[in-house]
């Protein structure tokens, strides 16, 4: 069913025109100019791949280098302050030519400004190369190697360099290197999940059988694996002509929309470039029609811009965010595009895998019955005994049984590994088994070796039963043990009596009900349940020397003695019933999308919590209320459990019906690409989906949603390829811890962007008043400059560190329409509250600077002309003193520092108080989070070196500042602290208020 | 992560709007109600006000801190400036000798500037002191008493003094302009340390000098007397008269610029500031032109 749907899918795009698998291995060896026995030609090889290429997927188009680079250049707030390089060069130009006497001044500004905007696109620019860069390694890791016949002779090359027509042999392990028609077989089976998204392996033969090359048991296709068993095979298709080459090019054509971040950060953009540009074209008219000349007005509205701009913030988003993902990266989530970190917080519903994701992707025992009673294994990832009873005879003959009827082996040279994980030779099931009785009964392969096999009929699927003959490890007893295991009903049938604590009782009708009961209980748990029986054959008629013929079945194959069923599960992980319930808690709605059995994907949901234990689905309401399906309310269930072939005849709405409705909902014997509908279903609903997936089928899903998540280990590369996240344990439970980080990440890019935003305020305002007051400049755009690209990048980078204040994962996840990362409480908390108390700080220190120069506050009012007259040489004080030009200016710049420093301090104020938002500082504690200090310590440092370093280079305006003006501004920065403690204390306390309502951000 | 944004219709957007300025289901205006519109009001007005209170209160604490009469630093004023007068907005005297427009303004500057150093006013406010030593007055008992200030006579201005009759004032209707030289005043400034100090003038660079011309101080030699130090502010010292000096350009050639430069010469004073142009000394730029 599976793979006609992929052939649909592929179809309807391109159609697959081959015959190889129709052709008989002459005509082959024809068509491809090969031979069997000897393989192509070197020379011919050589030739073939230059024609074709090498044989690997072309990666998906990237964006050129250059391109990305230009949009950081004109991205974000870089357009605004191109404009304001623009202005100033404008400027320099007509003062030039009006031979002003220091046009200079703009003609750097505009370079400096250009540098900015430079020096920080170069910078993100960087930051995203380097996260490309980790996972361009990632997917070149592990060089593919095939055994190819060339020349006659095998040889090893890298699987790249194969070429149509190669001969190419194939091992269980192995992944299939190319397309491959096969043309000799053994007990061949490949994995094609990948492909198709089934979990059972497949047969492979040489025989054709099926007209569709996608259904047909002769061509093993590029990228499944082998599992078991050995072939050979003529390479038909290479690189992107492969199946799996076309389905991964379809990938590309799904669209590829904005993170929530990224709208967010650009909703920002806007909000702030808005309110730049609005002020700035206010004073700008306000400043002509109080008769500035155009050029003073065009300068200042440089500087209202420069002011409005938070230059370094985009930077330190980016830095944040790769923080994060480095962070995250340690905890097995490996973020390909910075921005799905903070997706991944946002996230309202997971689709999930089962196999692997969920569970350990590993047959288990879990449960066994004999002596007619139930008994649960342990199934964690560890474990190291079996604590079940196991003093009963029966247990003793069932052990046994488990352990010679069993062709499983443990590689050579594991003794070391724990049980768990060391590597078998043997199917899935006989894994299982092998790997329970090693922990239960300690070397089986010692029990096996003194218990010599003599004879032995594998498994197959018209007996349903495997059958082995031993001698066994007593000295006294001269009989041979046959032992069997199978189908449970096949086995039943084949008994006569039944083993009850050790001793053999009659089969009848009580005793085969009490099988039924325990049979149907361990099915109904989704678990694959095998019957075990024995008999010791009577030394009289079967001596020492008897010869077993398995072809004639020599020997007694029924009334043998019943002893006991073991049933086996893919157990999930231990540690995702905890991540689900987290999830559950933090709002996030978990679905599993599975190709597995109803039964099986619903009692693994269930043991995962996925659905709890309270909630019913359809099925059990009717069940229990002994009604017909139909009868029952659908929107009583809280859970579903979704067949693909249901969901194949559902309209839209029904499916819209269905995510609605259930807040439980398991998908099962889905195939990959019903996960794509599934994914856009969800999206209907207006969820920030997840998707997990591991095959190459899935890629089309991982691009459709909003943050598609790789599984490391299993994955393949196009899923890696499509994804935007990794995940390199393969575990469900490290989404859950990233999505802890993603949110967290959220609500510090919130607290960092409230402390940038505030001191812009503090910025503007110096012009502001400088324009309607004509006082002397307080503030320099240079200066501006220092305190957005120096003093404050490293606090605000700092805030990335700080612990979450709450339990963020008790919180529903954030509305995307309503919950913004700006909204207006933070624009107005920062720029009305926190930004005009710091200016009215600052300007108290500026203030006191030219007041004991001379200039009293009253006489700086309307100075502006004349202060900066070039030709005005004895501008008079409040003292009757008198100041040349070069005096006033060297003055103004004092100001500049006063001013900048005044600002740092109250921004340190500022950093300590964004270290909550709810909180009060006392509960976060001031020292939890190390990098704060860290950013407070470079913050006065850099403030420091800026005025006594660089206080005599005069192109930076800075001046060294006397000591004790650090201090004017210090009594507003306790001011700012107290005034926002206040605030959250009322937060606090009146939950839902007005307050909380308008001040909460 | 493909997401389509919602597209609404123009209607749409416009109800929307309509909605927001006025929403007559929760009585919102602007996206509030009354009751919240009254609350945000009030609140910035008793959280502006306290604002203003504190600025208002910090710079009243500030300016009680700060000395009437003396400010509290003076570095930056170690070397005093130097000014011309007339002074206009460039540093320039620059007239046609012939059309009287083009100089009566700077005549008119130079009356109004000279108009406190008439001998009558002089005489009124001012002492006579003892010249070629400070002038000090230092306080005694009181702190902060008024000070006297030297008599200034304006006639050592010579032919600069402007004394004359109205029409040959101060030299420019005959092409020989006068200006004026003063010092900056600087609070309790010592210049010259004892020694006399004078003014002197050149020719910007050397090799130009020649066709500037000879020129006359005035007083003779450009000497500035110490009596007129130390000046002690505004407040104590209400009518001090700035010592000034008159430099006359007798013969300057017409027709061209001549860039003028004049310097105090005082011990101890370096007037060799690389940034500050104006520092102890003054450079304009004098033009004369004849039809």
């Given at each position: 069913i599976q793979l006609l749907e992929v052939t649909q899918h592929v179809e309807t795009h391109k159609h697959i025109k081959s015959d190889d698998h129709k052709l008989s291995t002459e005509e082959l060896e024809e068509k491809y100019g090969t031979s069997i026995s000897k393989g192509l030609s070197s020379a011919r090889a050589a030739e073939i791949l230059a024609r074709d290429g090498p044989n690997s997927l072309t990666p998906p188009k990237a964006t050129p280098e250059i391109v990305k680079f230009?949009?950081?250049?004109?991205?974000?707030?870089?357009?605004?302050?191109?404009?304001?390089?623009?202005?100033?060069?404008?400027?320099?130009?007509?003062?030039?030519?009006?031979?002003?006497?220091?046009?200079?001044?703009?003609?750097?500004?505009?370079?400096?400004?250009?540098?900015?905007?430079?020096?920080?696109?170069?910078?993100?620019?960087?930051?995203?190369?380097?996260?490309?860069?980790?996972?361009?390694?990632?997917?070149?890791?592990?060089?593919?190697q095939a055994l190819v016949i060339r020349d006659a002779e095998k040889k090893e090359l890298p699987a790249d360099q194969l070429v149509v027509g190669d001969i190419v042999e194939i091992k269980g392990g192995d992944r299939i290197p190319a397309d491959i028609r096969l043309i000799f077989t053994q007990?061949?089976?490949?994995?094609?999940?990948?492909?198709?998204?089934?979990?059972?392996?497949?047969?492979?033969?040489?025989?054709?059988?099926?007209?569709?090359?996608?259904?047909?048991?002769?061509?093993?296709?590029?990228?499944?694996?082998?599992?078991?068993?050995?072939?050979?095979?003529?390479?038909?298709?290479?690189?992107?002509?492969?199946?799996?080459?076309?389905?991964?090019?379809?990938?590309?054509?799904?669209?590829?929309?904005?993170?929530?971040?990224?709208?967010?950060?650009e909703h920002f953009v806007y909000l702030v470039a808005g309110v730049a540009i609005s002020i700035g074209v206010l004073f700008f008219i306000i400043s002509v029609s109080m008769r500035y000349k155009i050029l003073d007005s065009i300068i200042f509205l440089i500087g209202i811009i420069v002011a409005n701009v938070p230059e370094g913030l985009l930077a330190t988003v980016t830095v944040s965010l790769s923080l994060t993902a480095k962070r995250m990266a340690k905890k097995n989530c490996l973020v390909k595009n910075l921005e799905a970190v903070e997706t991944l917080g946002s996230t309202s519903i997971i689709c999930s895998d089962k196999t692997g994701t969920?569970?350990?992707?590993?047959?288990?025992?879990?449960?066994?019955?004999?002596?007619?009673?139930?008994?649960?294994?342990?199934?964690?990832?560890?474990?190291?005994?079996?604590?079940?009873?196991?003093?009963?005879?029966?247990?003793?003959?069932?052990?046994?049984?488990?352990?010679?009827?069993?062709?499983?082996?443990?590689?050579?040279?594991?003794?070391?590994?724990?049980?768990?994980?060391?590597?078998?030779?043997?199917?899935?099931?006989?894994?299982?088994?092998?790997?329970?009785?090693?922990?239960?009964?300690?070397?089986?392969?010692?029990?096996?070796?003194?218990?010599k096999k003599v004879a032995e009929i594998p498994f197959n699927s018209t007996n349903k039963f495997q059958l082995s003959i031993h001698e066994t490890d007593d000295r006294n007893d001269?009989?041979?043990?046959?032992?069997?295991?199978?189908?449970?009903?096949?086995?039943?049938?084949?008994?006569?009596?039944?083993?009850?604590?050790?001793?053999?009782?009659?089969?009848?009708?009580?005793?085969?009900?009490?099988?039924?009961?325990?049979?149907?209980e361990l099915g109904g748990m989704g678990e694959r349940v095998l019957g075990f029986c024995h008999l010791y054959l009577p030394e009289n008629e079967f001596p020492d020397t008897y010869p077993f013929d398995t072809?004639?079945?020599?020997?007694?194959?029924?009334?043998?003695?019943?002893?006991?069923?073991?049933?086996?599960?893919?157990?999930?992980?231990?540690?995702?019933?905890?991540?689900?319930?987290?999830?559950?808690?933090?709002?996030?709605?978990?679905?599993?999308?599975?190709?597995?059995?109803?039964?099986?994907?619903?009692?693994?949901?269930?043991?995962?919590?996925?659905?709890?234990?309270?909630?019913?689905?359809?099925?059990?309401?009717?069940?229990?209320?002994?009604?017909?399906?139909?009868?029952?309310?659908?929107?009583?269930?809280?859970?579903?459990?979704?067949?693909?072939?249901?969901?194949?005849?559902?309209?839209?709405?029904?499916?819209?019906?269905?995510?609605?409705?259930?807040?439980?909902?398991?998908?099962?014997?889905?195939?990959?690409?019903?996960?794509?509908?599934?994914?856009?279903?969800?999206?209907?609903?207006?969820?920030?989906?997840?998707?997990?997936?591991?095959?190459?089928?899935?890629?089309?899903?991982?691009?459709?949603?909003?943050?598609?998540?790789?599984?490391?280990?299993?994955?393949?590369?196009?899923?890696?390829?499509?994804?935007?996240?990794?995940?390199?344990?393969?575990?469900?439970a490290s989404i859950v811890t990233g999505v802890e980080e993603g949110r967290l990440i959220f609500d510090n890019l919130k607290k960092t962007i409230a402390y940038t935003l505030t001191k812009n305020i503090a910025e503007l305002c110096p012009f502001l008043i400088y324009i309607i007051a004509s006082i002397p400049m307080p503030i320099g755009t240079i200066t501006i400059l220092f305190i957005d690209l120096?003093?404050?990048?490293?606090?605000?980078?700092?805030?990335?560190?700080?612990?979450?204040?709450?339990?963020?994962?008790?919180?529903?996840?954030?509305?995307?329409?309503?919950?913004?990362?700006?909204?207006?409480?933070?624009?107005?908390?920062?720029?009305?509250?926190?930004?005009?108390?710091?200016?009215?700080?600052?300007?108290?220190?500026?203030?006191?600077?030219?007041?004991?120069?001379?200039?009293?506050?009253?006489?700086?009012?309307?100075?502006?002309?004349?202060?900066?007259?070039?030709?005005?040489?004895?501008?008079?004080?409040?003292?009757?003193?008198e100041w040349t030009k070069y005096q006033r200016t060297y003055l103004q710049w004092t100001g500049y520092t006063a001013f900048f420093v005044s600002i740092t301090i109250q921004q340190v104020a500022d950093l300590i108080i964004r270290k909550t938002r709810r909180n009060s500082i006392f509960q976060q504690g001031l020292f939890r989070n190390k990098v704060i200090w860290v950013g407070i310590f470079s913050q006065i440092g850099i403030a420091l070196i800026l005025t006594y370093g660089l206080g005599h280079v005069t192109a930076l305006n800075f001046t060294p500042l006397r000591f004790q003006y650090w201090f004017v501004a210090v009594p507003f920065a306790i001011l700012i602290w107290v005034y926002d403690e206040v605030r959250k204390l009322f937060i606090r306390r009146y939950p839902g208020s007005w307050w909380d309502k308008n001040m909460y951000y | 992560m493909a997401r389509d944004k919602q597209k609404r219709s123009c209607g749409q957007v416009l109800a929307e709007w309509r909605a927001f300025v006025w929403d007559p289901r929760s009585r919102q205006v602007l996206g509030r109600t009354a009751t919240s519109w009254g609350l945000i009001l009030l609140f910035y007005l008793l959280f502006y006000g306290f604002l203003a209170g504190l600025f208002a209160l910090t710079m009243w604490v500030l300016l009680q801190t700060v000395d009437p009469h003396v400010p509290k630093y003076q570095d930056r004023l170690a070397t005093p400036g130097m000014m011309i007068r007339p002074r206009t907005e460039t540093l320039?005297?620059?007239?046609?000798?012939?059309?009287?427009?083009?100089?009566?303004?700077?005549?008119?500057?130079?009356?109004?500037?000279?108009?406190?150093?008439?001998?009558?006013?002089?005489?009124?406010?001012?002492?006579?002191?003892?010249?070629?030593?400070?002038?000090?007055?230092?306080?005694?008992?009181?702190?902060?008493?008024?000070?006297?200030?030297?008599?200034?006579?304006?006639?050592?201005?010579?032919?600069?003094?402007?004394?004359?009759?109205?029409?040959?004032?101060?030299?420019?209707?005959?092409?020989?302009?006068?200006?004026?030289?003063?010092?900056?005043?600087?609070?309790?400034?010592?210049?010259?340390?004892?020694?006399?100090?004078?003014?002197?003038?050149?020719?910007k660079r050397e090799e130009d000098a020649a066709r500037l011309g000879e020129m006359?101080?005035?007083?003779?030699?450009?000497?500035?007397?110490?009596?007129?130090?130390?000046?002690?502010?505004?407040?104590?010292?209400?009518?001090?008269?700035?010592?000034?000096?008159?430099?006359?350009?007798?013969?300057?050639?017409?027709?061209?610029?001549?860039?003028?430069?004049?310097?105090?010469?005082?011990?101890?004073?370096?007037?060799?500031?690389?940034?500050?142009?104006?520092?102890?000394?003054?450079?304009?730029?004098?033009?004369?032109?004849?039809?």
């Open positions: 230009l949009k950081q250049m004109v991205g974000g707030f870089s357009i605004l302050l191109w404009i304001g390089a623009a202005f100033s060069w404008i400027s320099f130009g007509i003062q030039f030519a009006q031979g002003a006497e220091s046009p200079f001044d703009n003609l750097y500004l505009g370079v400096v400004l250009a540098l900015v905007v430079i020096l920080t696109g170069i910078f993100a620019y960087y930051q995203e190369a380097k996260s490309t860069n980790i996972m361009a390694s990632f997917s070149k890791m592990i060089p593919q007990g061949c089976k490949v994995d094609n999940s990948s492909l198709t998204g089934e979990s059972e392996p497949q047969s492979r033969s040489c025989d054709f059988t099926h007209e569709n090359p996608l259904e047909t048991r002769n061509i093993a296709f590029y990228s499944t694996t082998c599992v078991e068993g050995t072939a050979t095979g003529i390479v038909i298709n290479t690189g992107d002509r492969t199946i799996i080459g076309r389905i991964a090019s379809l990938a590309s054509g799904v669209g590829n929309g904005k993170t929530p971040i990224a709208i967010e950060i969920l569970t350990q992707n590993r047959m288990t025992v879990a449960h066994l019955w004999f002596d007619d009673q139930i008994y649960s294994a342990d199934t964690s990832e560890d474990q190291t005994t079996q604590p079940f009873d196991q003093s009963s005879q029966t247990w003793t003959a069932l052990s046994k049984i488990v352990t010679l009827c069993n062709r499983a082996e443990f590689r050579p040279g594991q003794e070391n590994l724990p049980v768990m994980k060391r590597v078998v030779v043997g199917d899935a099931s006989e894994t299982a088994l092998l790997k329970f009785a090693e922990v239960v009964l300690g070397d089986v392969m010692d029990i096996r070796a003194r218990n001269k009989r041979f043990l046959l032992v069997m295991k199978g189908a449970p009903e096949r086995i039943l049938e084949r008994c006569s009596t039944i083993m009850i604590n050790g001793k053999e009782e009659p089969l009848d009708s009580e005793k085969a009900e009490a099988f039924q009961t325990a049979y149907m072809d004639s079945m020599n020997f007694p194959t029924s009334n043998l003695c019943f002893v006991g069923l073991l049933s086996m599960i893919d157990p999930p992980r231990s540690t995702v019933p905890d991540a689900v319930s987290k999830c559950r808690s933090a709002g996030i709605k978990v679905i599993m999308v599975t190709g597995d059995h109803p039964i099986t994907a619903k009692a693994i949901a269930k043991s995962v919590g996925i659905i709890s234990a309270t909630s019913e689905t359809v099925e059990d309401m009717a069940k229990r209320l002994n009604v017909p399906v139909e009868r029952v309310d659908r929107r009583q269930a809280t859970a579903a459990v979704v067949n693909g072939m249901e969901l194949k005849d559902m309209s839209l709405q029904q499916l819209d019906e269905v995510l609605c409705n259930h807040s439980e909902i398991v998908f099962a014997r889905t195939s990959p690409q019903q996960k794509l509908i599934i994914v856009e279903g969800c999206q209907r609903q207006g969820a920030v989906v997840a998707v997990t997936g591991d095959g190459v089928n899935d890629s089309p899903a991982l691009k459709k949603a909003d943050i598609g998540i790789a599984m490391g280990i299993a994955g393949s590369d196009a899923a890696k390829n499509a994804a935007d996240m990794v995940l390199l344990d393969d575990n469900f120096g003093t404050d990048i490293i606090p605000s980078v700092a805030l990335a560190y700080e612990k979450a204040e709450s339990d963020i994962m008790n919180r529903r996840p954030r509305n995307k329409s309503k919950d913004r990362l700006v909204n207006e409480q933070l624009a107005v908390y920062s720029y009305l509250h926190i930004g005009i108390m710091q200016s009215v700080g600052a300007f108290v220190t500026y203030f006191t600077v030219y007041a004991e120069q001379g200039f009293l506050p009253t006489t700086l009012l309307g100075v502006r002309v004349n202060w900066e007259s070039n030709a005005i040489n004895d501008f008079e004080d409040s003292y009757g003193q | 320039d005297v620059a007239f046609n000798v012939s059309a009287a427009e083009t100089w009566q303004h700077y005549v008119r500057l130079l009356h109004d500037f000279l108009e406190p150093y008439n001998d009558s006013v002089q005489a009124a406010r001012n002492a006579a002191c003892r010249p070629g030593r400070y002038h000090e007055q230092p306080d005694e008992a009181v702190p902060n008493v008024p000070k006297r200030a030297c008599r200034f006579a304006r006639s050592a201005l010579g032919p600069c003094a402007g004394l004359g009759p109205p029409g040959t004032a101060f030299g420019y209707a005959a092409g020989r302009p006068c200006v004026l030289l003063k010092v900056n005043r600087v609070i309790n400034y010592f210049p010259g340390e004892n020694k006399s100090i004078n003014v002197v003038c050149a020719a006359a101080m005035f007083p003779p030699n450009g000497t500035i007397d110490l009596m007129y130090f130390p000046y002690y502010g505004k407040r104590v010292h209400v009518n001090y008269t700035q010592p000034v000096v008159a430099v006359q350009f007798l013969n300057a050639t017409a027709n061209e610029d001549h860039h003028v430069e004049c310097r105090l010469n005082a011990a101890g004073l370096r007037a060799d500031d690389e940034r500050d142009k104006f520092a102890g000394r003054v450079a304009f730029r004098l033009r004369i032109n004849r039809d």
